[in-house]
């Protein structure tokens, strides 16, 4: 029977590109959501809401809703995975504030584009992930409140979405929250068939 080498470890300078990479696909993602008006899931989804009942800034909004769930990221998941955490919340809350300065879009077909904007953000969180990182919030809340009161991580966080989208009809047409769930679909989607610890050997 041979051995199975170890898999080789991300060098500083990969996990910095992977989080840059990812943080910026994920904000484009975020900038073209906001711009159709679409809702998503998680913290984002979360910060969307607030931004728009309030009319503040996405990025400021998003920044400031992870706050209280970095010491909860650092008692489940250890410094490393806080530190690059809370790198990747600040690159994407800096780039939805700058990238609309740059980058304008026309016409899209909302369908469509929330279709774009989950290929887009599950394409910048697999990145993150696989550089050990996440953006924050209540996935590592459902992980919390796994280990402290056995509730399953995967239906707390289905739970929150579910109370998120019913909330966004107070605020956006029952239409646009539903072509929002589909966004939603494919960016877990993309995250449930492509992160596989088991094929990917990287770490």
């Known amino acids: 029977?041979?051995?199975?080498?170890?898999?080789?470890?991300?060098?500083p300078i990969e996990d910095a590109q992977g989080l840059l990479y990812g943080s910026f696909?994920?904000?484009?993602?975020?900038?073209l959501l906001t711009h159709l008006g679409l809702m998503t899931g998680q913290t984002a989804g979360l910060a969307v809401l607030i931004s728009y009942a309030t009319g503040w800034?996405?990025?400021?909004?998003?920044?400031?809703?992870n706050l209280p769930f970095y010491w909860l990221a650092f008692r489940?998941?250890?410094?490393?995975?806080?530190?690059?955490?809370?790198?990747?919340?600040?690159?994407?809350?800096?780039?939805?504030?700058?990238?609309?300065?740059?980058?304008?879009?026309g016409e899209v077909?909302?369908?469509?584009?929330?279709?774009?904007?989950?290929?887009?953000?599950?394409?910048?969180?697999l990145a993150l992930f696989r550089h050990g990182a996440?953006?924050?919030?209540?996935?590592?809340l459902a992980l919390y409140l796994q280990d402290r009161l056995g509730w399953r991580a995967g239906w707390v966080q289905l739970a929150f979405d579910l109370l998120l989208f019913l909330a966004a009809l107070v605020?956006?047409?029952?239409?646009?929250?539903?072509?929002?769930?589909?966004?939603?679909?494919v960016v877990n989607l993309v995250i449930a068939i492509n992160h596989r610890k088991d094929r990917y050997i990287g770490t």
Do not use: Y
């Not at 029977?1 to 060098?11: F, V």
């Open 1 to 11: 029977m041979t051995d199975t080498p170890s898999p080789a470890r991300h060098t």
């Open 25 to 31: 696909m994920a904000a484009v993602a975020m900038v």
């Open 57 to 65: 800034s996405f990025g400021v909004v998003f920044f400031v809703v």
């Open 76 to 105: 489940r998941m250890g410094l490393p995975f806080t530190l690059k955490t809370f790198a990747a919340v600040g690159l994407l809350s800096s780039f939805s504030l700058l990238i609309p300065g740059l980058l304008s879009f």
């Open 109 to 125: 077909d909302p369908l469509l584009g929330s279709i774009l904007f989950g290929c887009l953000a599950g394409g910048g969180l």
């Open 134 to 140: 996440s953006l924050g919030g209540i996935g590592i």
């Open 171 to 185: 605020v956006l047409d029952w239409q646009m929250v539903g072509i929002s769930l589909v966004g939603a679909v």
